[in-house]
């Protein structure tokens, strides 16, 4: 069993920065960050293995960094010169398969958090 908790979203101008943060217990292979906004399927935008390999999606490269601390059992998503597209719930979860197929694809993961809400505005 794996428990997920997010915060740090909030409500941000565009060009602004926000890390999330998902605190962690329970053991994992993948944490991924997913978002989904009204009307639309969530996808995903960046994972970490738990052996520190990270992935991020096409749209939010550059801009989003995954990481985390293992001290803390945190993972962080880090998201910077935040737009107006960018806005929706953010949720972070894990999965304990094997390889990285699917890596942003949330029918892979298990465990999810509650998710916590990106707002931007202009």
């Known amino acids: 069993q794996v428990q997920l908790v997010e915060s740090g979203g909030g409500s941000v101008q565009a060009g602004r920065s926000l890390r999330l943060s998902c605190a962690v217990s329970?053991?994992?292979?993948?944490i991924g960050w997913f978002r989904q906004a009204p009307g639309t399927e969530r996808e995903g935008v960046a994972a970490i293995y738990v052996g520190g390999t990270t992935y991020s999606h096409s749209s939010v490269k550059g801009r989003f960094s995954v990481s985390r601390d293992n001290a803390k059992n945190v993972v962080y998503l880090d998201m910077d010169d935040l737009k107006l597209e960018d806005t929706a719930m953010y949720y972070c979860a894990a999965h304990s398969s094997i390889g990285n197929q699917g890596v942003l694809d949330p029918n892979r993961y298990v465990y999810w958090g509650q998710g916590t809400q990106v707002t931007v505005s202009s």
């Open positions: 329970g053991s994992y292979r993948y």
